[in-house]
Each structure stands twice: as structure tokens, then as C-alpha cells.
């Protein structure tokens, strides 16, 4: 009867598993959690909770990457622009937006098989300067995405194809962005394992789990048995949870964890709510000096003085508006390749294009930004 009992336990969790998609089977991200938490002042924390209606935006380029002849291309733009939406619309709410500067295909073979556990510095000068970077590879074993480091000042991520292509995860994007901007696993546990209580002695959910107490403690802080992770596999298909795990409270509380949160491993389909503390924590992260280069102005005016651009590439952009030639004479002329992107673009008097041969002056208009 033991025997019994101990198969029947070892092979439930394996069946509930199976019956998930590929995408999920894997870990999300082999994101490694800091020896060192980085706690922030509660003082610093409320300053950043009263600026949340502050607007936010992101410079992006997404690169896919293709063997080196041009074969094997990881993905499609239609795939990696709806998961792009699928993130934006999850960081919306918090008046987080991102500014999409290009999409551009790399052809490197050994990029195209990513081992994100021991290759990630290889990624470094492929960054396009100025942007958060997000690398899609046609393989990137193990995993869905990674971040590599929490926060990641070098901004940028790594994602498995797969994902990309996948209608049922709509959510690996934006739960790597998370990372890159200060966002630990709901169920991190290497500040110690998060209890359920939000009121005495045994509330710890300010120095343990993800440290963050709007998000509800996580059963997943301790995996299945076969190594599975316990909140995906008990949140069924209308995303409701129905695990029994109890904390490690001298008078256990069961968990009542959300099967919505962006940085959880629960079901991926289900993931898609920030909460309100996680965030103001990505905007604590989002307004340090490291990050500075890659938010966008939320107005751009120029020239700032008489110019004529007549080689060379040119981008401005700005989250809200690009005045161009507000005061001053601006020329675009010759080979100059010109783009602007931005929510309104206003050309003035004393602006005036005449390409010639390659030269070209675009302009986009970004949606991403409410
Ligand atoms: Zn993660």
C-alpha cells in the first residue's frame, strides 16, 4: 500500500504536467537570484508609490537571429510584434510604455544557439546603444527566457524562439523585462521562504520571498516532486488555484497565491498583472542613473541650433512628441538616413528633406505609448 501510494504521488503531478504545452514544460528563466537582496527604503519606496501616474518609456530593439548564410531565421516580425503588445499592454497600467526602434535580423550561427547559463557576455556588443535589447534565438535550451541578472544595467534578454511563437504564453517577454528592471520570482526564496501572513509574527514578506508584500506568498517557493513547478501545475485552464501547500507559520497557513502575476511560474497563459507594489519597484529600478541611457524624452524638440544633415543616420525620438525645426533651420539632404519616432511628430517651417540616392527620412508612430 505504501508503494502504492508513493507511485500514485510521484506520477500525479508528472500527468498534470504532461498535459501542459512544450513552452511551459520549461523553467522560465535561468535568471540567478543575487546572493545580496536589494532591499529598498521603505522612505524611498513611498516617495516612488506617489509619482506612479509619471509616464515612463523605454527604448527597445528586438534583434532575431538567423544561422550566419541567412538560413534558420528564428522567428517572424508578426510573432515577436503581438508579443510585444502582450507586454506593453502588461506594463500599461503602471504607465511603463516602450518605444519600438526597430526590429533587425543578426546572422551569427553560434548566437542562434544560445547557452544562456554560460554565453551571455557573448550578447554584449550586439546591443543596439541607447535600448533595452531583446535577443530572440532560434534555440535557447532549457529555458524560455533570461535575464541574466536582477537588475540587469546591461540591459538586455534573451528568448527562446519557441516562446515568441507560442499564443499560450503571452507572458515570458514581459516577466524578463521584469527581471532586467529589479523584479524577483514571486517564489524567490534566496532571502528566505515567504510566509503567508500580511500581520504579525509571522509576516516576512518585507525580507523574504520576492520582498514585496501586495504579492500574496508563493507555494512554488518549493518544487514538485518530480521537479515540476507546483503553482502551474495546480491552476486550471480559468486560471483558478486549488493546491493545498501550507506555509512554515508555527500554525500553518495555507497559501492563496495569484495565478496572474507576471513573475510567478504559474500557468503561462494566466500571467498577466503587475501588481501595484512591483510596480513602483520597477520604477525605483527605471529612475537610477544606470538606466538613464535608454528612456526615451517625453518631448524632443530640434534642431537646438541651424543644422544640415547631408550623410549618415539620424534617430530621434521621444515617448509624446518631436517638434522638428521648432526655431531653427534643419536640413536633411543627400545620403542622410533620417528616422524619427514618436507618439506626434510636428515638422515646422525652416524644415526641409531632399534626399538623394539612398537618403531617406521616415517616420514612425508609435502605439506603445497610451
Ligand atoms: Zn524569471
Redesign the pocket.
Known sequence: MKTYLFLLLCLLPGLVALAQPTTEALK??G?PTPTQPIVIPQAVFESYQQKAALPICVRVVITIFANTDGSNVATTETNVLRQFQNMADQYAPHNICFLLQDIRQVNNTDLNDQDADTEGAELLPFRVANCLNIFVHNALPGYNGN?YDIPNYNGYISMNANAIESTSNISTTG??VG?VFGLY?THSKGFGNERVARSGGCKNCLDAGDLICDTPADPNQDVDLNDQDYLADFTNASCVYSGTRQDNCSTPVTYAPSTRNM?AYGRRACRNQFTTDQGTRLRVFLDKPQFDYLIAPENNSIPVANVTRNSGSYLDVARDQVTVGLSNTFVVSGSANQQFISKRIVIKPGTRFTPTGSGRTTTVLSTYCD
Do not use: F, K
Open positions: 522560465d528563466c535568471t535575464a516577466h524578463e527581471h520570482h513573475m
